[in-house]
């Protein structure tokens, strides 16, 4: 089964439910209600229009011109994606994009750069404004240490979760174990 006791608990739980609904009462009425509106439902032109097999919304003709619609526009952001394309290539923006997204350790420098001075801004802008005290400094200032710790991790963030201890019980959550059905 898996290697998670929660996993384990939550499908024994589950089993059990469906265990005892398959000879419950409430299934019997629920069939009953079922079986009565299908038989209800046998001779219906509203049914036999939603079940049938033929393609009815497909062939009309406001469909067509949905679906031509649709491919125009397509067309028309195809041809503007192109030209986009084109003219970005050399420019600052796409540089400089580039620049900060290029894999992985860069993302996170650039995110973490981007929390630290978003924390800092709300700090300035509140005391600025006269406010000294309230929870946007305290949500701000564990901004700024979550930030601090993401920039000090550098290039070993992977390293530093790997060894993380909530990292590795999430993991062991959802990690299958090979071992057998220990749990049933």
Known sequence: MYNSVTVAI?????YCLEKSYKYSFLKVIIGGICNSFRFLAKGSAVVKFFASNRKMVEE??????????????????????????????????????????????????TACSFML?????????????????????IVSFAIIVLSLIGLSTKNNFNEVLENSAMFRFIKGIFSVDEG???WW
Do not use: M, P
């Open 10 to 14: 939550l499908s024994r739980i589950w």
């Open 117 to 137: 001075v978003f924390a800092l801004s709300i700090i300035i802008v509140n005391l600025a404004r006269g406010r000294f005290s309230g929870r946007s400094y």
């Open 60 to 109: 009309s003709f406001v469909y067509k011109i949905y679906s031509r619609l649709i491919d125009f526009i397509g067309k028309i952001i195809d041809a503007l994606r192109l030209l986009i394309n084109k003219g970005k290539k050399g420019s600052i923006i796409d540089w400089s994009v580039s620049k900060l997204f290029k894999d992985q350790t860069e993302i996170l420098n």
């Open 180 to 182: 057998g059905n220990q």
